[in-house]
């Protein structure tokens, strides 16, 4: 089940919010526990076993670890809970890549041939995989207590808002607000019109663009305009598609009463890579320097052992999207960047804003961050050469009218309009907020809200009924 689905907009999310409120606070977590493996049974109920398997083992490992007498005690408890979720993720999400990898060598050497598993990826592994590991180190180093019941750590781990495409979040984030949450009307209005506005950026903008996408990367020989065009649509669909469903997920949450971390922050207007990651898929780039580039030594080991640990810092994440060749170099391209940008003397990557113009610097960095997004969206290195090579004019210079025709107008309207919003924070960022003068306004803007969330609700549905289902993307990593 998705989001982006009558069935879930119109049966399980009503049917589950009832429940919730009808039931007492004691039991609210058991609802949501009960609710979120309906949710991730509806799409395979033999993997509910495992989610539910890796949350269990996880709060044992943590337990264990709180209740460890000694160094040597818990951390055998934290590589338990730690290796643990890592194995189960190495291998649903790596094993065929490995093998494959092998049988190309095997057989380039004339040794016959290594047959893979038919292995299935369960959705939202990655994320529950880091979820789950957090919570075991933070609980060992007493950074978070240990859930106060199995429910709320069970629920924690399978919350549905945010499985399957997070935030990111960690059980210390929301250890107060299991014990004790707030709920009103005003906040669940919130929530309903975050979760609009989410809907609406992954049905009308990312699955419009989506076409256009998907068209312009199976070309054999794309010139620099399709090429670019390639590129420009696809950093439109991935933002709108991810922010969107992050903005669903935080507008569930505030539902019944949780905050969760904004995990987007205005990534397109960035002045370098650096910043980009301050502002993109803000859950997990906090994760890996929390939990991978810190325990690595961060900055603390001179210069070169700070550019190595940004670069395998970001390597490990491109790793953590998917088992594919094309990620491990996306990984080192940003994490080379962050080197670079690090060794020319800024710690916040403002480096390029110093040497160029402000325009100068947010080009230079958006260029940068669309050439990474070729060899993130390209299924192999291949087609990924094949779309460089078009960027720099090996096939052609112009817009074919043939492929121009393909495109249709509500795909052309699409990409203009993600554009124009994904770049908008940087006009709105000039503009003061409300001042005590305006306020005789609030509730007539209040009334304007309101009709324009059920005018996009209502307009989503409507795309919604004339297209078929169409999962996020992030569902793939």
Known sequence: MIFS???????????????????????????????????????RMDFLALVLGMALGSYIAAQGAH??????QRRYWVTFGVVGNLAVLGYFKYTNFLLGNAD???????????????????????????????????????????ARNIWDFLAFSTLFPQLIAGPVLRYKDLADQFRQRTHSLALFVAGVRRFALGL?????????????????????????????????????????????????????????GFRFIENFNAPYISQSVTEFWQRWHISLSTWLRDYLYIPLGGNRGGALRTYRNLLLTMVLGGIWHGANWTFVVWGVWHGGWMALE??????????WARRLTP?????????VVMLGWVVFRAPDLGTAVRVYAGMFGQSGTALRGEVAML???????????????????????KFKPMTRSTMAATAQVAATGRLATLSLLLAVVLVMQARSDSPFLYFQF
Do not use: H, N
């Open 5 to 43: 689905t009558p069935i879930f907009i119109f049966g399980f999310l009503p049917a589950f919010l009832l429940l919730y409120y009808l039931a007492p606070a004691r039991l609210r977590s058991p609802v949501i526990l009960m609710a979120s493996a309906v949710f991730y049974g509806w799409w």
């Open 359 to 367: 325009f100068g610097a947010w080009a230079f960095t958006l260029v």
């Open 407 to 429: 495109c249709k107008p509500s795909e052309w309207l699409a990409l203009m309009i993600g554009t124009l919003l994904a770049l908008a924070p940087a006009v709105a960022a």
């Open 342 to 351: 690090r060794a020319l003397g800024s710690k916040q990557g403002g480096v």
């Open 104 to 146: 190309a060598i095997w057989q380039a050497l004339g040794r016959g041939e290594i047959t893979s598993p038919d292995i299935i990826l369960p959705i939202g592994l990655s994320f529950l995989t880091f979820q789950c590991i957090s919570y075991v180190i933070d609980v060992a180093r007493g950074d978070a207590p240990p």
């Open 67 to 72: 209740r460890a007498q000694s160094a040597v």
């Open 200 to 256: 609406g950026m992954k049905i009308l903008i990312a699955d419009s663009v989506a076409p256009m996408v998907d068209r312009l990367f199976a070309l054999t020989a794309p010139t620099l305009a399709e090429a670019w065009l390639a590129a420009g649509a696809y950093s439109i669909q991935l933002f709108f598609d991810f922010a969107g469903y992050s903005a669903m997920a935080i507008g569930l949450g505030l539902m019944i």
